[in-house]
Every structure is written in C-alpha cells, then in structure tokens.
C-alpha cells in the first residue's frame, strides 16, 4: 500500500511540475499599502490568485517595491494595483522604464492614476491623462466604449458601479483608447467635502482606456476603490481582459478609433 502511494506521489510530481512551467505567462502585481487604500489587498490577492489558476499564468505579490530591484524580463505585465509609480526610486524607476521599452505590458489600477504634476514625467505619460479630482464614493452608470477590447467582454453595455469617479485633465499621450467612460446624469459630480469643489468632465468621462506607449502596452482603469469591489465578478474580467491584453497584445476585435 504503501509503494503505492509513494509511486502517485512521484507520478503526481512528475507530471505537474512541467505542467507549472507551462503557464502561459508571468505578471507582477505591486500592491503597496497607502494612507487611502491599505486594506483592498486582502481581498484582491486571492482573487489575483484565483485569476491566476483559472487562466493558467504565473503571480508575484508585491507588497513593497523589492521586486523592481530584480530582473523584470520575466513578466509579460506589470500590475499597479492602487500603488502609485511615486513608489519607485532611482534605479527601480530605469528598470521600470527599460521594460516598457523592451515591450513589456503595464496594468494601472484606480490609484495608480494619481501622480504629483512634475515628479516623474513618463510614468505621468504612461498613464495617459492626469488625475484632477473626484467626488465622495456614488453609484453610477458605467457605459462601455469600445466592445471591442478585452477588458469590456464580460460588462453589460450599461453597468451599475459603486466607486471613486475620478476626473481628469487634458491627454498627456496621444492616442488614448477609451473603452468605458462613466454617464455623471447617474450620479452628482459636486458632491464633494467642504472645501473641495468638483465639476465633472461632462458628456465624456472616461475612466477605463488604453495605449501603446515608448515600445510596451498599457491599460488604464480608473474602478477600484474599495475592497468590496474585488469580489466583483464583472469587475474580475474587466482586470483579466485588460491585463490579457497588456501581456499578449491580443485579443482586440475590432479597430476604434482615438477619442
């Protein structure tokens, strides 16, 4: 009985462990606690996990920058979920660079988007567009743009969404494609704390895009806020279609053109 079970066990290992090498491809995801979101990744990591196992890549949780220390080839994306690139220093932010020019893929995740004007000029282009403002956390309509991009496969045409609406200033990048944008008829975008003022951005609001930027690709989603969010299915395939893209390049079914 027991050379039995011994000879499953090292069939088992023989069999899975190229099957783990076998992984379509590996992601980074920096999740770096801050003043305004140091509990969504609790939740969010066992569900990257989960993502991970149901599409079959590899994961890295980060919880500091030590990662962008090391060798960054191996990734095909890159997730800053709610971290901003501020948190990369000196030679973190060359590797990061190096990278993208290399063809490697960015994800940018809700406060990833916010960056202080100046302080570092490509990641602020990375991005795409300069975070202005938002309102206090609203219920909203959440339109899809582009039904022809991955990270909008899974949403209905109109989505009702709890978050941050952030908005923004004039494109830094040219070429921005905009896959959801969200309807502020849904919500009040003036609804903001004393001493704040917030107008919204009018008829076109968006907050989910992408581009292709200094030799790599990258995928922009302002959603995500609070923890609650990443048990969202929906919310799941909009991250796994985005990212799918950002490390494959693939996926996208029809030309849009820039708005």
């Known amino acids: ?46 569900q990257f996990e989960r993502l991970a196992r149901k599409h079959d890549f590899g994961l890295t949780w980060a919880w500091n920058t030590s990662a962008f220390d090391g060798d960054l080839s191996q990734y095909a994306a ?106 502020e008829s849904t919500y009040d975008p003036t609804r903001i704390w004393p001493g704040q003022v917030a107008k919204g951005m009018g008829k076109f609001h968006p907050i989910a895009w992408y581009h292709a930027y200094d030799g790599g690709r990258v995928f922009v989603t302002a959603l995500g806020h609070t923890p609650e969010l990443y048990n969202d299915t929906h919310y799941l395939e909009h991250l796994y279609g985005g990212l799918y893209w950002a490390a494959t390049g693939r996926g996208i079914v029809a030309e849009t053109p820039p708005r």
């Open 1 to 46: 009985m027991r050379k039995s079970i011994a000879l499953l066990v090292l069939i088992f290992a023989l069999f899975a462990s190229p099957a783990r090498a076998q992984q379509q491809f590996k992601v980074l995801v920096a999740a770096i606690p801050n003043k305004y979101h140091n509990d969504y990744a609790v939740v969010a990591q066992p």
């Open 78 to 183: 890159i997730v800053f979920l709610n971290t901003p690139g501020e948190e990369l220093k000196g030679e973190q932010r060359q590797r990061l660079q190096a990278y993208v020019q290399a063809g490697g893929g960015v994800v940018a995740v809700h406060r990833a988007l916010i960056s202080s004007a100046g302080q570092w000029p490509w990641f602020e282009r990375l991005i795409g567009r300069p975070f202005r403002i938002h309102p206090m956390v609203q219920t909203a309509v959440v339109q899809v743009e582009d039904r022809g991009f991955p990270a909008t496969f899974g949403l209905p045409d109109r989505w009702l969404w709890t978050d941050e609406w952030y908005e923004f200033g004039p494109d830094l990048t040219p070429e921005l494609r905009t896959v959801l944008q969200v309807d």
